[in-house]
């Protein structure tokens, strides 16, 4: 079965300093992976998708970058955190096709920029 | 601008009490639509979806939602609830022009059970 981790679980971090979030999948290949963040009110907003290594859609502008290394590597970074950076971020996962439209999260990163 | 709106941002019910969260989504076309579940301490996931066909389509633990293309609604309803039932219910619409990848949540609506 699929599974997908996501850590750290909690972060706090200064304002300025950079950030490493890591999303991993196991049990498929080759599967889309996406980013999104969820703010209090404001429901999940995707911030980037990925078909495939190398692959890297941004869906808003943002301070945030994203990067697939490895087929079912997703990491989220930023180079200066921003207080409106604040917010909880879910890494989720699909499979190709047709099928992309099911999307699997997982348990989430909790990050506060102070 | 295209989107998905849940009005109701934080109900509260008794046990037993029946449950409608009202979901609308503006996108022409064909969609695909879900809601989600975020019970506490859990991971976001499927409650039930809707790609074509019958258009009131039942999910997990006793929830329905019928899809009214005239209305651009998915309601989401449940005639009995119960205090397990406590989380957040996201509704979600994947718009025919964005591709499959493309999924557009709503703003959820947090639903408290009381015993």
Redesign the interface.
Known sequence: SQTIHQWPATLVQPVGSPLSLECTVEGTSNP?L?W?RQAA??????LF?S?GIGQI?S?VPQNLSASRPQDRQFILSSKKLLLSDSGFY?CAW?SG????????????TRLTVT | AQS?S?HN?HVILSEAASLELGCNYSYGGTV?L?W?VQYPGQ????LL?Y?SGDPLVKGIKGFEAEFIKSKFSFNLRKPSVQWSDTAEY?C?V?PPSGG?????????TKLQVIP
């Open positions: 889309n996406y999104y009110g404001r429901g999940l907003q995707l998708y078909v859609s869906e879910l699909s096709g047709t099928s992309g439209r099911l999307q699997y999260f997982g348990p989430g | 998905v849940q941002h695909n879900f989600y991971h976001l996931q499927l979806k790609f996201f979600a994947n499959y990848q493309k999924v557009t949540f709503g703003t959820g």
